[in-house]
């Protein structure tokens, strides 16, 4: 008769486990039904309970930081930390040491979590794939990149635009180097056009909108204005390889397949849609 009360209660209030009886939290069935209304219930379960592949599974499948109440085996449970981390990338705090240096755990955790990285082994905070991964989740993930990849231009960008904060974790260098950045105009059946400015790895980084026969230089003001501050000198490239520099608007430069550059021409009478009609729009 107590079972069957309990079973009840557990059932509309997990945690009511919290009051039963060491017998009664022994049972598997109670748990389980108390697991599944409210994973937290785990913390009341016998320690043999708390190492029940079933019940921890499904535990850790509502809240990964539900690993914190698990039985020290299985939390060197590949298949069980995987679906903690995958439900909460911040429980590979609770993981075995081992699985800290497994790539593929890691790898799921900082997809969910970014800063799940900062508990990663140092070898796998030097991962480039990675740390990309982290920062495009949660850029401030910087701060726990070693400095290498904290001086990596495509790394920083990801991160700045994913939280501008982060740029204060980039290196001294990096912050002060001249960034490239792509403009690729979207074309929209109005006079409107949206112009994507991006990274060298294709990640938006800002956008301005304008029109067709906006002047070229009041768009690169406006992308100026909207790009993320102290990412360094930025230099603007058309799809074609021309190269703007904002800094002097009067200024064209044309980067040759073998690196010549050549200078003169001026793009400020250009309106939008003549600057990016030099080649279609992608």
Same mark, same amino acid.
Request: net charge negative; glycine share 8%; proline share 4%.
């Given at each position: 008769?107590?079972? #069957?009360?309990?079973?009840?209660?557990?059932?509309?209030?997990?945690?009511?486990?919290?009051?039963?009886? *060491?017998?009664?939290?022994?049972?598997?069935?109670?748990?389980? %039904?108390?697991?599944?209304?409210?994973?937290?219930?785990?913390?009341?379960? #016998?320690?043999?309970?708390?190492?029940?592949?079933?019940?921890?599974?499904?535990?850790?499948?509502?809240?990964?930081?539900?690993?914190?109440?698990? *039985?020290?085996? =299985?939390?060197?449970?590949?298949?069980?930390? =995987?679906?903690?981390?995958?439900?909460?990338?911040?429980?590979?705090?609770?993981?075995?040491? %081992?699985?800290?240096?497994?790539? %593929?755990? /890691?790898?799921?955790?900082?997809?969910?979590?970014?800063?799940?990285?900062?508990?990663? /082994?140092?070898?796998?905070?030097?991962?480039?794939?990675?740390? =990309?991964?982290?920062?495009?989740?949660?850029?401030?993930?910087?701060?726990?990149?070693?400095?290498?990849?904290?001086?990596?231009?495509?790394? #920083?960008? *990801?991160?700045?635009?994913?939280?501008? !904060?982060?740029?204060?974790?980039?290196?001294?260098?990096?912050? !002060?180097?001249?960034?490239?950045?792509?403009?690729?105009?979207?074309?929209?059946?109005?006079?409107?056009?949206?112009?994507?400015?991006?990274?060298?790895?294709?990640? %938006?980084?800002?956008?301005?909108?304008?029109?067709?026969?906006?002047?070229?230089?009041?768009?690169?003001? !406006?992308?100026?204005?909207?790009?993320?501050?102290?990412?360094?000198?930025?230099?603007?490239?058309?799809?074609?390889?021309?190269?703007?520099?904002?800094?002097?608007?009067?200024? =064209?430069?044309?980067?040759?397949?073998?690196?010549?550059?050549?200078?003169?021409?001026?793009?400020?009478?250009?309106?939008?849609?003549?600057?990016?009609?030099?080649?279609?729009?992608?």
């Amino acid at each position: 008769m107590v079972k #069957v009360t309990l079973l009840s209660d557990v059932k509309r209030d997990g945690l009511s486990l919290r009051n039963a009886g *060491a017998g009664l939290r022994a049972d598997k069935e109670i748990v389980l %039904e108390a697991v599944k209304q409210n994973c937290h219930a785990l913390r009341y379960a #016998v320690e043999a309970l708390q190492a029940d592949r079933d019940i921890v599974g499904v535990a850790v499948k509502q809240d990964g930081t539900t690993l914190d109440f698990v *039985a020290e085996e =299985l939390r060197a449970d590949r298949g069980i930390v =995987l679906e903690a981390v995958k439900q909460n990338g911040l429980a590979l705090e609770w993981a075995a040491a %081992e699985l800290l240096a497994d790539r %593929e755990i /890691v790898f799921s955790a900082v997809s969910q979590n970014g800063l799940a990285l900062g508990i990663a /082994v140092a070898e796998l905070q030097a991962d480039r794939e990675i740390v =990309l991964k982290a920062v495009q989740q949660c850029g401030v993930a910087l701060k726990d990149a070693v400095a290498d990849l904290r001086a990596d231009p495509e790394i #920083v960008l *990801a991160a700045v635009s994913q939280d501008r !904060r982060s740029l204060e974790y980039a290196t001294e260098a990096i912050r !002060r180097s001249t960034r490239p950045l792509q403009l690729i105009v979207e074309q929209h059946p109005s006079t409107e056009v949206r112009v994507s400015c991006r990274g060298l790895s294709g990640v %938006e980084v800002a956008f301005a909108r304008c029109d067709f026969d906006t002047p070229a230089e009041e768009l690169l003001s !406006r992308v100026m204005d909207a790009l993320p501050a102290g990412l360094g000198r930025p230099i603007l490239v058309l799809p074609d390889g021309i190269i703007l520099d904002p800094l002097g608007i009067g200024l =064209l430069v044309l980067q040759l397949p073998d690196g010549t550059m050549l200078e003169g021409s001026t793009f400020a009478p250009l309106s939008v849609q003549e600057l990016f009609g030099l080649r279609p729009a992608k």
